[in-house]
């Protein structure tokens, strides 16, 4: 077994308060209990999406979602083209965990995209309709 260099930004270390280049070269064993995800975004995202069920779809599909602080939200489903097909919330939205349902009978079998927006930042998802 022949050991590489490993190039990441993943595991930053601090060295007693010494800076450490983003982008550096790894050839230590790295105690991956102290990572966590607000030290690698920096900042708490304002929400998070998460993946549809069932997938693929029917008939209804369910995508739940978590708010962490008060603030418009826009939910829409577009086609393979890019194309708005739905517009699923359009809205202000309260703290905490929701769920959003929808109806996939009116449009044909093929690829989806549903896309978030809340406060500045937008995630989107993949989902495929089969009748």
């Given at each position: ?55 693929p779809v029917r008939e209804m599909t369910h995508i739940p979602y978590q708010i962490q602080k008060p603030g ?60």
């Amino acid at each position: 077994f022949q050991r590489h260099p490993f190039k990441t930004g993943y595991l930053r270390k601090d060295y007693n308060g010494g800076d450490e280049d983003y982008w550096h070269m790894v050839d230590e064993t790295y105690n991956y209990a102290s990572v966590s995800n607000s030290n690698m975004l920096g900042n708490q995202l304002p929400f998070t999406l998460g993946k549809n069920y069932p997938n693929p779809v029917r008939e209804m599909t369910h995508i739940p979602y978590q708010i962490q602080k008060p603030g418009h939200m826009l939910m829409e489903v577009l086609n393979e083209q890019g194309r708005i097909v739905d517009i699923l919330a359009n809205k202000k939205e309260i703290p905490g965990n929701h769920m959003i349902t929808w109806n996939a009978t009116k449009h044909p079998a093929g690829l989806y995209l549903y896309r978030m927006r809340f406060e500045g930042v937008q995630y989107v998802g993949k989902m495929i309709v089969i009748h």
